[in-house]
């Protein structure tokens, strides 16, 4: 190794690092030859003792896990499934492990890559504890297309919500800009385009009315992160056990019955992404698919309508 260059060394001593990153270290003084900083043209020689602070390691790709999956629909161009409760969709900090991307990797042999590798697939999002019916992209051309109807808002998606109160009307619009909270980074917030705010609308029609409660169906006409979550919080109905817009993380029966009964019900928000109408990527051909509410939300809704179905209409 002697009379090789330090960075080219150093590169062959860590081999997870490219040499791009080790020509930053040496710019930044964070490599010392002999107690003294050292230009990326050194070359080494015996007996040098060499000093050198590293960047942690960037996270690699998604390690495949054998995670059940509810497959709703599949082909050689996309997939759709019906993602559960408590799973979040790809890795991001906290969360490098059990994603449906670590799922999709065992499951699938081939995913598309334009999202990026810790993205493998994905073409957009449900919150962790959202479930519902989510697609996936098995190569680049079926992606780029289902990104494009997303970008035209030709794919309709529409929610079942279980929210607290009632909205005034049985069926009408929220359109109000959502831009990040001004002081909680985990929320977002209704926030005027100076401040942040982007574009966001939400179509709504009450199914059921119940006292205190409503079943509501939302046809959401821009994505915005958490959009009908915020919305609804908006109009005085935040959804049910959605702890960071409506203060609580769990519903019991005896928060709709008079018992003292204290069985959870639900235990997130009772939001899943019940439909989807698209045009396959590749045919044109019009496909549309559904979901049926999970087991919580089913358990609650037979529960408010056992016990709070006294309400007018």
């Known amino acids: 190794m002697e009379g090789k260059r330090i960075d080219a060394y150093l590169s062959s001593r860590y081999p ?18 002999n107690g003294q900083p050292v230009k990326a043209s050194y070359r080494v020689r015996l007996g040098d003792e060499i000093r050198v602070w590293l960047p942690e390691l960037a996270d690699t790709a998604p390690v495949p896990e054998e995670i059940p999956i509810d497959v709703v629909f599949e082909d050689a161009a996309f997939t759709i499934v019906n993602k559960p409760p408590g799973m979040v969709t790809h890795p991001a900090k906290g969360h490098w492990s059990g994603t449906l991307v670590n799922a999709l990797q065992f499951h699938f042999d081939s995913l598309s890559t334009l999202a990026g590798e810790n993205r493998p697939g994905i073409v957009h999002r449900l919150d962790r504890d959202t479930t519902g019916l989510l697609i996936v992209a098995k190569d680049d051309i079926a992606h780029r297309q289902l990104a494009l109807q997303f970008e035209q808002r030709t794919i309709q998606k529409q929610y079942l919500a ?32 100076e401040d942040g705010g982007k574009e966001a609308l939400t179509f709504y029609e009450v199914l059921e009315r119940f006292r205190g409660f409503a079943l509501v169906r939302c046809k959401p006409s821009t994505g915005r992160t958490h959009q009908i979550r915020v919305h609804l919080a908006h109009i005085g109905c935040p959804i049910l056990a959605d702890k960071l817009y409506s203060g609580r993380d769990r519903i019991t029966f005896e928060d ?13 928000q009772a939001l899943h992404a019940h439909s989807l109408r698209l045009v396959h990527p590749l045919t044109g051909q019009p496909l549309s698919f559904e979901a049926p509410l999970p087991p919580d939300m089913t358990r609650t809704l037979e529960a408010l309508r056992k016990h709070r179905s006294d309400q007018p209409r």
């Open 256 to 268: 709709i019955t008079t018992t003292d009964d204290a069985q959870v019900l639900l235990d997130r």
């Open 162 to 193: 279980l929210v607290s109160g009632f909205p005034p009307c049985d069926s009408d619009y929220i359109e109000r800009p959502i831009g990040p909270h001004p002081t909680n980074r985990e929320k977002m917030a209704i926030r005027l385009p």
């Open 16 to 33: 997870d690092y490219s040499r791009s990153v080790f020509q930053k270290v040496i710019d930044a003084q964070a490599v010392l030859v």
